[in-house]
């Protein structure tokens, strides 16, 4: 019995292990500038908590086979502990957990601490049950004022957000259901929901935020490749939660230019 | 003690005293595990229908008929609470812990009889109102265990959030009741009850894991009742605690000034602690078998008691990690990261100290040490990936992915049950009078070890991927296509999994009344059940008050006649410890 434990617990070590060092299932490419930094700091714990697992997981079924009941064998070791060793692991893990997690803090707050930049593309991005809407300030920079009473999702468009057209500000503003962003500049991205906690995922740009109803969350990134990033709701928002999705395309600056360009034209 | 006089009731006569309303905290105890046992076959049939819809999406389902969006979210709320509150948080303390903990330290029965009733009936009550909101309008609600805001606080969000939403906050909150009492007993209990010689530092880590487990209880539970108070209050009397001015369908809700935040940080301040309520009851069985099992001492006894009184104090200031994404302040998840990762210091000592118990042991593989070496293996596996997701930075692809159902599926989920089965094979013979066979018992421990990492090991890998949580169809996103082959192994193997759980079933049962006779102390234990009647009497020692001469676990001690000597035994035996 002693053996067969062996084997068994080995053997789901290997395997379980062998998938993560394969990576037949990963992280998608990464396509932001904090990509690589979070990469890194997920290899690190990865391999220090991967070197912890095996060893552990190797030594339980070495010990049980081992230690297995012999009937030769004496009785077993009659010891209670030893306090050196118990100092020894406690100071061991203690530093090793505080010290990836102090590793880790630059990440984020890189991400979370500091607002955009000034010259960053602001979209706000605005989520109700089941679908996203982005926000683009137009020629003035101000987003216009919208109302809860004047929203009406069926409609679409600036009537979903509940545009008010009484203010000049809100006038030129442009509501798209494609997010569409350059590449190489930073996005401020101003989150908020409708009705329920929703959460704007994009695996490839390492970015994920709840957009909570009565908050106006101001996030950023940075994309640095172009292409077509899907949009995941992370945040169990309803029934259509499944299906809350949304395309980010990311551009050359000249292309974004020419596209919003042809939105706001497209107010006239 | 004062409190032992009320206890010396006599024996009760009749079928209602004595097995339904019954005040003997064993009869409490098997009511508990019953009320258990029912429950995680519900939960087990729900996740199963999950992951049947999930990779046969237009299959017609016993009892379900076709599986609607709402229906898949109805099937994810129902089963996370059922498990959380009727089977994890119910079996290892109401089950066990009432049935062992009086006996363990010697006392008769627990303190307050009365009150140890009425929990376990509020208890079955709340388990019958929230299995009552399957059958109602609009079905079970479909906002998640979690029960986040505006979604669970506005009737309109989707189907299940009418009456069934009622039926579900009403069943928690009658729970919530139901554990304080049943916290307020054990507390007292193992304080005032122990017999002559029991110090503290003599009990059972089983005893130290429920005394714990309570008063975690006590703090968190009475938390949870309030806010489900309020969200009820929001619901229906049109109070904003967690709901801001905002629209549903582009009608106004008529709320405003409520924070949906609110109630992340009442419903996590409970919810965190209930993570330890539900694994600390397995640590402590785990520590009992392994020493029993390993015929030596338990490795640092003084580190397990401190390493767990340290769990579950750090357990109360880490509640935050679960709102990293949420929108609360930044700067907050600094405390929140660190306080998380301390926590993995004691369950770490933990983790070395069963290990060194290991240690030049004389292993006996009966099926409670199978399932308590499984239950570290477990441990380890989801203790593990802990320390990605408490890092604020990590989160950020990690949180509602895949990643966090697996993480905390191995070890709250598996490594918890994989407690109660061993605590069910360990303590079978005391309860029952009788022998679980073992060779069903193996089969049962390898089908269920290999089968649970099949299933929860790849969602690491899923969430990795990015495959969100919650999800009852992943053909929508492009970039989960790829994932579906994997999801597909993930079902076939909770399919044998789930089969050989009516292993289990089917032992247990046979067990019970065709099983060999169990003598009094068949694992050669050194603990108090183990010194009386198999099955126990009412007075749990004949009459008899034991005096407590030993530690718990004095294996292979040198020079005493056999290789085990009993917390009872006279002091001139062995060396007192």
């Given at each position: 019995m002693g053996l067969v434990l062996l084997c068994v617990i080995w053997l789901i070590t290997f395997a379980s292990t062998y998938f993560f060092i394969a990576k037949t299932w990963w992280f998608p490419h990464g396509a932001s500038a904090s990509a690589a930094a979070l990469d890194h700091q997920f290899a690190v714990t990865f391999i220090l908590m991967g070197v912890i697992f095996v060893a552990a997981q190797l030594a339980l079924g070495y010990f049980v086979f081992r230690y297995r009941e012999q009937p030769s064998a004496a009785r077993a070791d009659y010891s209670h502990g030893n306090l050196t060793l118990e100092i020894i692991w406690t100071t061991l893990t203690a530093i090793l957990f505080i010290g990836l997690n102090l590793m880790g803090?630059?990440?984020?707050?890189?991400?979370?601490?500091?607002?955009?930049?000034?010259?960053?593309?602001?979209?706000?991005?605005?989520?109700?049950?089941?679908?996203?809407?982005?926000?683009?300030?137009?020629?003035?920079?101000?987003?216009?004022?919208?109302?809860?009473?004047?929203?009406?999702?069926?409609a679409g468009g600036e009537a979903a957000l509940g545009l008010d057209p009484a203010d000049p500000a809100s006038k030129d503003d442009v509501v798209?259901?494609?997010?569409?962003?350059?590449?190489?500049?930073?996005?401020?991205?101003?989150?908020?929901?409708?009705?329920?906690?929703?959460?704007?995922?994009?695996?490839?740009?390492?970015?994920?935020q709840d957009a909570v109803p009565g908050l106006a969350i101001h996030m950023h990134f940075t994309p640095t490749e172009t292409g077509d990033f899907e949009i995941a709701c992370a945040e169990l928002c309803g029934l259509g939660h499944y299906k809350m999705h949304g395309m980010l395309k990311v551009v050359s600056q000249d292309e974004f230019e020419k596209w919003l360009a042809a939105r706001e034209a497209e107010k006239q | 003690m004062v409190a032992q006089e009320s206890h010396q009731h006599s024996?009760?006569?009749?079928?209602?005293?004595?097995?339904?309303?019954?005040?003997?905290?064993?009869?409490?105890?098997?009511?508990?595990?019953?009320?258990?046992?029912?429950?995680?076959?519900?939960?087990m049939f729900l996740s199963l229908l999950m992951r049947i819809h999930l990779i046969w999406p237009t299959a017609v389902l016993p009892l379900v008929g076709e599986i609607k969006p709402e229906t898949y979210l109805a099937l994810v709320t129902m089963h996370g609470t059922i498990m959380v509150f009727f089977v994890l948080t119910t079996a290892p303390q109401g089950g066990f812990g009432n049935y062992f903990l009086p006996i363990q330290i010697g006392a008769p029965d627990m303190a307050f009889p009365v009150l140890n009733m009425l929990s376990f009936w509020t208890t079955f009550v709340a388990y019958v109102v929230m299995l009552s909101a399957f059958f109602v309008v609009g079905g079970a609600p479909l906002h998640g265990w979690t029960g986040y805001a505006p979604l669970s606080a506005l009737q309109s969000a989707g189907p299940g959030e009418g009456l069934g939403a009622d039926l579900w906050i009403t069943s928690i909150a009658l729970f919530c009741i139901a554990s304080l009492m049943g916290a307020l007993n054990f507390i007292t209990t193992t304080l005032d009850m122990r017999a002559k010689g029991m110090s503290m530092m003599r009990m059972p880590l089983t005893c130290w894991s429920w005394f714990i487990t309570a008063i975690l209880g006590l703090l968190a539970f009475g938390v949870l009742l309030s806010a489900g108070i309020l969200l009820l209050m929001d619901r229906n009397i049109g109070t904003s605690f967690f709901l801001p001015l905002g629209t549903i369908n582009g009608q106004l809700t008529g709320h405003k000034g409520g924070s949906p935040l609110l109630w992340q940080h009442l419903f996590w301040f409970f919810g965190h602690p209930e993570v330890y309520i539900a694994i600390l009851p397995g640590m402590g069985v785990a520590s009992q078998v392994l020493s029993t099992f390993s015929r030596k001492p338990i490795f640092g006894y003084k580190a397990m008691v401190y390493a767990m009184l340290a769990i579950g104090l750090l357990g109360f200031m880490v509640w935050g990690h679960h709102m990293f994404m949420s929108g609360m302040s930044p700067y907050t998840a600094f405390a929140f990261s660190i306080m998380t990762m301390a926590i993995g210091v004691p369950s770490a000592i933990k983790t070395f100290n069963w290990l060194g118990t290991l240690h030049k042991a004389r292993i006996r593989f009966q099926s409670p040490m199978l399932f308590a070496i499984g239950f570290v293996s477990l441990f380890v596996s989801g203790g593990l990936s802990g320390p990605f997701l408490a890092q604020p930075a990590l989160d950020i692809p990690l949180h509602d992915t895949a990643f966090v159902p697996g993480h905390f599926h191995l070890i709250m989920g598996v490594a918890a049950i994989f407690g109660i089965f061993a605590a069910t094979y360990y303590w079978f013979p005391k309860m029952f009078g009788r022998m679980m066979n073992e060779k069903l018992a193996r089969i049962h421990f390898f089908l269920t070890l290999i089968g649970t990492y099949s299933v929860f090991m790849p969602m690491h890998y899923l969430g990795l991927a990015g495959q969100p949580r919650r999800y009852s169809q992943l053909t929508e996103l492009a970039y989960l296509h790829p994932l579906i082959g994997l999801n597909r192994f993930m079902t076939y193997a909770a399919i044998i999994t789930v089969a050989a759980q009516l292993i289990f079933l089917f032992n247990l049962f046979w067990s019970m009344f065709q099983g060999p006779k169990a003598s009094d102390n068949p694992w050669e234990a050194t603990t108090l059940e183990w010194t009386t009647a198999t099955p126990p009497p009412h007075d749990n020692f004949g009459g008899r008050t034991p005096v407590v001469n030993h530690g718990p676990y004095e294996y292979s001690v040198p020079g005493a006649p056999r290789d085990y000597v009993m917390q009872s035994d006279p002091a001139t035996v062995a060396a007192a410890h």
């Amino acid at each position: 019995m002693g053996l067969v434990l062996l084997c068994v617990i080995w053997l789901i070590t290997f395997a379980s292990t062998y998938f993560f060092i394969a990576k037949t299932w990963w992280f998608p490419h990464g396509a932001s500038a904090s990509a690589a930094a979070l990469d890194h700091q997920f290899a690190v714990t990865f391999i220090l908590m991967g070197v912890i697992f095996v060893a552990a997981q190797l030594a339980l079924g070495y010990f049980v086979f081992r230690y297995r009941e012999q009937p030769s064998a004496a009785r077993a070791d009659y010891s209670h502990g030893n306090l050196t060793l118990e100092i020894i692991w406690t100071t061991l893990t203690a530093i090793l957990f505080i010290g990836l997690n102090l590793m880790g803090s630059p990440i984020w707050a890189a991400e979370r601490f500091r607002p955009a930049v000034d010259d960053a593309t602001r979209v706000e991005v605005t989520a109700m049950q089941f679908a996203w809407y982005f926000r683009y300030p137009g020629p003035d920079g101000k987003f216009g004022i919208a109302k809860p009473e004047l929203e009406d999702p069926s409609a679409g468009g600036e009537a979903a957000l509940g545009l008010d057209p009484a203010d000049p500000a809100s006038k030129d503003d442009v509501v798209t259901g494609i997010m569409e962003v350059p590449v190489g500049r930073e996005v401020e991205v101003i989150l908020r929901a409708h009705d329920v906690i929703h959460s704007f995922f994009v695996p490839a740009m390492r970015f994920k935020q709840d957009a909570v109803p009565g908050l106006a969350i101001h996030m950023h990134f940075t994309p640095t490749e172009t292409g077509d990033f899907e949009i995941a709701c992370a945040e169990l928002c309803g029934l259509g939660h499944y299906k809350m999705h949304g395309m980010l395309k990311v551009v050359s600056q000249d292309e974004f230019e020419k596209w919003l360009a042809a939105r706001e034209a497209e107010k006239q | 003690m004062v409190a032992q006089e009320s206890h010396q009731h006599s024996a009760p006569q009749g079928f209602i005293r004595k097995w339904v309303f019954s005040l003997d905290h064993k009869v409490i105890g098997l009511q508990y595990y019953f009320l258990a046992l029912t429950a995680v076959f519900v939960g087990m049939f729900l996740s199963l229908l999950m992951r049947i819809h999930l990779i046969w999406p237009t299959a017609v389902l016993p009892l379900v008929g076709e599986i609607k969006p709402e229906t898949y979210l109805a099937l994810v709320t129902m089963h996370g609470t059922i498990m959380v509150f009727f089977v994890l948080t119910t079996a290892p303390q109401g089950g066990f812990g009432n049935y062992f903990l009086p006996i363990q330290i010697g006392a008769p029965d627990m303190a307050f009889p009365v009150l140890n009733m009425l929990s376990f009936w509020t208890t079955f009550v709340a388990y019958v109102v929230m299995l009552s909101a399957f059958f109602v309008v609009g079905g079970a609600p479909l906002h998640g265990w979690t029960g986040y805001a505006p979604l669970s606080a506005l009737q309109s969000a989707g189907p299940g959030e009418g009456l069934g939403a009622d039926l579900w906050i009403t069943s928690i909150a009658l729970f919530c009741i139901a554990s304080l009492m049943g916290a307020l007993n054990f507390i007292t209990t193992t304080l005032d009850m122990r017999a002559k010689g029991m110090s503290m530092m003599r009990m059972p880590l089983t005893c130290w894991s429920w005394f714990i487990t309570a008063i975690l209880g006590l703090l968190a539970f009475g938390v949870l009742l309030s806010a489900g108070i309020l969200l009820l209050m929001d619901r229906n009397i049109g109070t904003s605690f967690f709901l801001p001015l905002g629209t549903i369908n582009g009608q106004l809700t008529g709320h405003k000034g409520g924070s949906p935040l609110l109630w992340q940080h009442l419903f996590w301040f409970f919810g965190h602690p209930e993570v330890y309520i539900a694994i600390l009851p397995g640590m402590g069985v785990a520590s009992q078998v392994l020493s029993t099992f390993s015929r030596k001492p338990i490795f640092g006894y003084k580190a397990m008691v401190y390493a767990m009184l340290a769990i579950g104090l750090l357990g109360f200031m880490v509640w935050g990690h679960h709102m990293f994404m949420s929108g609360m302040s930044p700067y907050t998840a600094f405390a929140f990261s660190i306080m998380t990762m301390a926590i993995g210091v004691p369950s770490a000592i933990k983790t070395f100290n069963w290990l060194g118990t290991l240690h030049k042991a004389r292993i006996r593989f009966q099926s409670p040490m199978l399932f308590a070496i499984g239950f570290v293996s477990l441990f380890v596996s989801g203790g593990l990936s802990g320390p990605f997701l408490a890092q604020p930075a990590l989160d950020i692809p990690l949180h509602d992915t895949a990643f966090v159902p697996g993480h905390f599926h191995l070890i709250m989920g598996v490594a918890a049950i994989f407690g109660i089965f061993a605590a069910t094979y360990y303590w079978f013979p005391k309860m029952f009078g009788r022998m679980m066979n073992e060779k069903l018992a193996r089969i049962h421990f390898f089908l269920t070890l290999i089968g649970t990492y099949s299933v929860f090991m790849p969602m690491h890998y899923l969430g990795l991927a990015g495959q969100p949580r919650r999800y009852s169809q992943l053909t929508e996103l492009a970039y989960l296509h790829p994932l579906i082959g994997l999801n597909r192994f993930m079902t076939y193997a909770a399919i044998i999994t789930v089969a050989a759980q009516l292993i289990f079933l089917f032992n247990l049962f046979w067990s019970m009344f065709q099983g060999p006779k169990a003598s009094d102390n068949p694992w050669e234990a050194t603990t108090l059940e183990w010194t009386t009647a198999t099955p126990p009497p009412h007075d749990n020692f004949g009459g008899r008050t034991p005096v407590v001469n030993h530690g718990p676990y004095e294996y292979s001690v040198p020079g005493a006649p056999r290789d085990y000597v009993m917390q009872s035994d006279p002091a001139t035996v062995a060396a007192a410890h």
